[in-house]
């Protein structure tokens, strides 16, 4: 499959799950990798939004380029 249609894929992928919940592991290097729970709130042509609420701490979002999906820096297990 081609980069084009797997981005496509992608952004489609994340359109039709605004609202779920999903685990994102984040790829930092040097073995080292974030993962946390959250909901897709929102999407932009570049980007999507992901609101994470830590247990006792006030929610972050976090953003992501669907660029980062599909080199793999991120990844998306939806929950």
């Known amino acids: 499959m081609g980069q084009q249609a797997e981005m496509s894929r992608i ?3 994340v359109k039709h799950s605004v ?9 930092k290097g040097r073995n080292k990798v974030d993962v946390m729970e959250g909901v ?3 999407i932009y042509p ?5 609101k994470v609420e830590p247990e006792n701490m006030k929610s ?3 953003s992501y380029s ?3 999906v ?4 991120v990844e998306l297990v939806y929950v």
């Open 40 to 42: 897709i709130s929102a």
């Open 11 to 13: 952004v489609y992928d």
């Open 60 to 62: 972050q979002t976090f």
């Open 19 to 27: 609202g779920k919940r999903v685990k994102v592991c984040e790829n």
């Open 70 to 73: 599909l080199t793999k820096n």
């Open 46 to 50: 570049c980007v999507f939004t992901i």
């Open 66 to 68: 669907y660029t980062d």
